[in-house]
Nanobody
Framework: QVQLVESGGGLVQAGGSLRLSCAAS????????MGWFRQAPGKEREFVAG????????QYADSVKGRFTISRNNAKNTVYLQMNSLKPEDTAVYYC?????????????????????WGQGTQVTVSS
């Protein structure tokens, strides 16, 4: 099991930027593929971005492609989500999650059910 703590959320105007961080502790961080998800009030939790163990592969939801960038620093046990050109519809609680499947190509990366460990979430609010 790995413990995850998100930070970096806040209130920002439309068009602005935020950088979320997720610090991991517990088991070896680079054993895990990592994902960012978000959940707005009254909506289901949705996939935002994912990154494989080494950082060599990434995947994004269509709604954030070209605006968000996921990255990781395994030496610092941290995964990041750089969010640019934010829109009011990006408002949600953002969660990081860890998946211990062996191969990046062997699981449904956009499904929350594939991720066994979750952080507590950080609120991102984008005002218009």
């Amino acid at each position: 099991q790995v413990q995850l703590v998100e930070s970096g959320g806040g209130l920002v105007q439309a068009g602005g930027s935020l950088r979320l961080s997720c610090a991991a502790s517990g088991r070896t961080f680079d054993n895990y593929h990592m994902g960012w998800f978000r959940q707005a009030p009254g909506k289901e939790r949705e996939f935002v971005a994912g990154i494989n163990r080494s950082g060599g592969y990434t995947q994004y939801a269509d709604s954030v492609k070209g605006r968000f960038t996921i990255s990781r620093n395994n030496a610092k046990n941290t995964v990041y989500l750089q969010m640019n050109s934010l829109k009011p519809e990006d408002t949600a609680v953002y969660y990081c999650a860890a998946c211990d499947k062996v191969n990046w190509g062997s699981f449904e990366r956009q499904s929350p059910a594939e991720y066994g460990d979750w952080g507590q979430g950080t609120q991102v609010t984008v005002s218009s």
